[in-house]
């Protein structure tokens, strides 16, 4: 599947910032992370 599309998502900063703390922790990409939640939700409400 082709990653060609995005979206602008606006958070709070102090939530951005504990969020890139978060990834950058546990060493993970945080855009594969958001498509893994979105196919998650998107699989879990096709049902």
Request: proline share 0%; net charge neutral; hydrophobic share 40%.
């Amino acid at each position: 599947m082709a990653n060609d599309s995005s979206f602008i998502v606006r958070i709070s900063k102090e939530d951005l910032e504990k969020f890139n703390a978060a990834v950058e922790k546990n060493a993970v990409n945080r855009a594969e992370l958001l498509r893994q939640w979105i196919r998650k939700y998107i699989e879990e409400n096709e049902k």
